[in-house]
């Protein structure tokens, strides 16, 4: 997916492609194309890129966030919806209840908070995930992508 965020003076814009399905160069001329057809007079001023986090064992979410003297939130934890790669609610959230552990002096008490908050979703998110990569390799894409799709329809409906 494409996103765009006006600023006063400038847009971001970025591309979000799965890991292995198209090479930088393949992403960067589909991010040029939209933007040619969408906004013919765009200028790059800088760019930029990155990997997002996305674990796909499910076991990944088992693994602690926190320490002494430490903790992850956001995508530096993994906590990314891995269907989607939205990442901003989990960012958000993980920042409150972080916050709310250093407030409590008590930063251990941060893997519990996320874990009751949204841990298992995360973890049933990367067991689909893991399950979609299997049919794939067994199946092909086509397969994973129908899948993928079934699913997001569903939680469309399950939503309204």
Same mark, same amino acid.
């Given at each position: 997916?494409?996103? $765009?965020?006006? /600023?006063?003076?400038?847009?971001? &814009?970025?591309?979000?492609?799965?890991?292995?399905?198209?090479?930088?160069?393949?992403?960067?001329?589909?991010? !040029?194309?939209?933007?040619?057809? /969408?906004?013919?007079?765009?200028?790059?001023? /800088?760019?930029?890129?990155?990997?997002?986090?996305?674990?796909?064992?499910?076991?990944?979410?088992?693994?602690?966030?926190?320490? !002494?003297?430490?903790?992850?939130?956001? !995508?530096?934890?993994?906590?990314?919806?891995?269907?989607?790669?939205?990442?901003?609610?989990? &960012?958000?959230?993980?920042?409150? $209840?972080?916050?709310?552990?250093?407030?409590?002096?008590?930063?251990?008490?941060? !893997?519990?908070?996320?874990?009751?908050?949204?841990?298992?979703?995360?973890?049933?998110?990367?067991?689909?995930?893991?399950?979609?990569?299997?049919?794939?390799?067994?199946?092909?894409?086509?397969?994973?992508? &129908?899948?993928?799709?079934?699913?997001?329809?569903?939680?469309?409906?399950?939503?309204?």
């Amino acid at each position: 997916y494409v996103w $765009l965020i006006p /600023h006063k003076t400038h847009v971001n &814009a970025g591309i979000v492609v799965r890991k292995g399905e198209k090479t930088g160069t393949e992403i960067r001329a589909l991010l !040029d194309t939209f933007l040619q057809q /969408h906004y013919p007079k765009y200028q790059i001023l /800088h760019t930029y890129s990155a990997l997002l986090p996305a674990p796909v064992s499910p076991g990944f979410f088992n693994i602690p966030a926190c320490g !002494d003297n430490w903790l992850l939130t956001g !995508d530096a934890a993994g906590h990314v919806d891995l269907v989607t790669s939205e990442g901003i609610y989990y &960012a958000l959230e993980s920042g409150r $209840l972080a916050a709310e552990a250093i407030l409590a002096g008590d930063l251990p008490s941060y !893997d519990d908070r996320w874990q009751a908050a949204y841990g298992e979703q995360l973890r049933q998110k990367a067991a689909f995930m893991q399950s979609l990569e299997n049919l794939s390799t067994g199946f092909g894409p086509e397969m994973a992508g &129908a899948m993928l799709y079934k699913y997001m329809v569903d939680s469309l409906r399950s939503d309204s």
